[in-house]
């Protein structure tokens, strides 16, 4: 399998990442991509960038290091109602928008009925183009509900490869990533690929992804990373024109 884009990293934008925007854009060429997302932590998350970040991103130039680039973020999902720390109005504007559940912003103490609630609402807004890192045991969810609502939403479910190295702190990664795919392949719906990279040396790395996609013998064509054609019309930049 040839995945062309990676929809999901991180620069020394987002405070624990250490390279910069063209580092990574270099380092996603090197691997043979051909498009890379940049989705910077949102206000929420200690230590990231701030609002005016992501209102001034058109000043960054599209095409780097002859890659197709995107600038947008990663999203903070607060609560279970899908509160989310970006409004509307800054989120209509990015190339791409990454909704995920991370700790400080969110905690540890809800349920899987609220997990899956909170995924839902998120899912149901506009903008929202991808759940990202929807593997994590940690906050459980109802994975064949959020399948079903991926599809009717039109948004991707994420594939991060970040969540299945051996050190990752997500929980049971692999055994819910491949029940996620095995409702995805049953409804038919699409995913998308993200390294999820903090660093260059994994932009654009897919290397255990690749191992589950295998495992699942999970069709090409729901893969939307391998095709920039069948990526473009999930991404907010696209879908507005
Ligand atoms: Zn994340
Ligand atoms: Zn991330």
């Given at each position: 399998m040839k995945f062309m884009a990676d929809t999901h990293a991180h620069s020394l934008?987002?405070?624990?990442a250490y390279s910069t925007i063209r580092e990574m854009a270099a380092a996603a060429k090197r691997k043979g991509l051909s498009a890379l997302a940049l989705t910077e932590h949102a206000?929420?998350?200690?230590?990231t960038c701030g609002l005016y970040y992501f209102q001034n991103l058109?000043?960054?130039?599209?095409?780097?290091e002859g890659m197709r680039m995107l600038f947008g973020a990663e999203v903070n999902i607060l609560t279970p109602d899908g509160?989310?720390?970006?409004?509307e109005n800054i989120c209509k504007d990015l190339d791409i928008v990454v909704a995920s559940i991370h700790v400080p912003c969110y905690?540890?103490?809800?349920s899987k009925e609220e997990n899956t609630r909170a995924c839902l609402e998120v899912m149901k807004k506009?903008?929202?183009n991808i759940i990202g890192h929807p593997d994590d045991g940690r906050f459980p969810v109802d994975y064949e509900t959020i399948v079903k609502a991926a599809k009717e939403t039109e948004t991707l479910l994420e594939l991060n490869n970040s969540s299945l190295?051996?050190?990752?702190?997500?929980?049971?990664t692999r055994e819910n990533l491949k029940e996620m795919l095995m409702y995805c392949k049953k409804y038919e719906v699409p995913v998308t690929t993200g390294s999820?990279?903090?660093?260059d040396a994994d932009a654009g790395n897919f290397c255990y992804v690749e191992e589950v996609l295998e495992e699942c013998n999970?069709?090409?064509?729901?893969?939307?990373?391998?095709?920039w054609e069948k990526l473009k019309p999930y991404l907010n930049c696209y879908k507005q024109w």
């Open positions: 934008m987002s405070g624990h206000p929420d998350m200690p230590g058109d000043v960054i130039p599209r095409e780097m509160s989310i720390d970006l409004s905690g540890l103490e809800h506009p903008y929202i190295r051996p050190a990752s702190f997500r929980k049971g999820d990279a903090h660093v999970f069709p090409e064509e729901l893969i939307m990373t391998t095709d």
